[in-house]
T-cell receptor, first 112, second 112 residues
């Protein structure tokens, strides 16, 4: 079993839809959770960063962490065609940890 | 803004060639990483370095070596390229005191 599982998609939604992207994990030692966005032929860029359980909101993006269920989510409200990208979840075990474990990424397509 | 540059965006090499991929950062970060990214497998850590002349194996170091002679530069070396090393190679740096990793734009390597 992989440490981090992520549905590869593709997920195709119309513009304006609410998008939900998810990852599950098996290692309860993970405390730091990140979402990266990767456009085609580019490197990943950090989108959201959360510590432990709870929610974090930034504009149209909300990250949720449920450590009891070992489940994290990224919600995108009012999705735009410019949100079309691959979204990768990533997790770390301790503060200032160096090694992150990445999900395989979910490809999202938002059509006009 | 943190800047991570990689020497080439696209590279085509022949089987058996020695290949150098270079990564340069413009900040003073100690920690640098090399990943490869393949469809369905996500990002896999090849090697990382905590400081000059230091290196640690990641999850898939076979067939690769690294060099860190200067703090700002981290090189990935394919001693004898093989077709199964055709992949997207991503360099990342880790900001001390945080958990974010910042990625370069990637090098798409094709080995014929």
């Amino acid at each position: 079993q992989k440490e981090v599982e992520q549905d590869p998609g593709p997920l195709s939604v119309p513009e304006g839809a609410i998008v939900s992207l998810n990852c599950t994990y098996s290692n309860s030692a993970f405390q730091y959770f990140m979402w990266y966005r990767q456009y085609s032929r580019k490197g990943p860029e950090l989108l959201m960063y959360t510590y432990s359980s709870g929610n974090k909101e930034d504009g149209r993006f909300t990250a949720q962490v449920d450590k009891s269920s070992k489940y994290i989510s990224l919600f995108i409200r009012d999705s735009q065609p410019s949100d079309s990208a691959t979204y990768l979840c990533a997790m770390g075990r301790s503060y200032n940890t160096d090694k992150l474990i990445f999900g395989t990424g979910t490809r999202l397509q938002v059509f006009p | 803004d943190v800047k991570v540059t990689q020497s080439s965006r696209y590279l085509v090499k022949r089987t058996g060639e020695k290949v150098f991929l270079e990564c340069v950062q413009d900040m003073d970060h100690e920690n640098m990483f090399w990943y490869r990214q393949d469809p369905g497998l996500g990002l896999r850590l090849i090697y990382f370095s905590y400081d000059v002349k230091m290196k640690e194996k990641g999850d898939i170091p076979e067939g690769y070596s690294v060099s860190r002679e200067k703090k700002e530069r981290f090189s990935l070396i394919l001693e004898s390229a093989s077709t199964n090393q055709t992949s997207m190679y991503l360099c990342a740096i880790h900001e001390a005191g945080a958990n974010e990793q910042f990625f370069g734009p990637g090098t798409r390597l094709t080995v014929l």
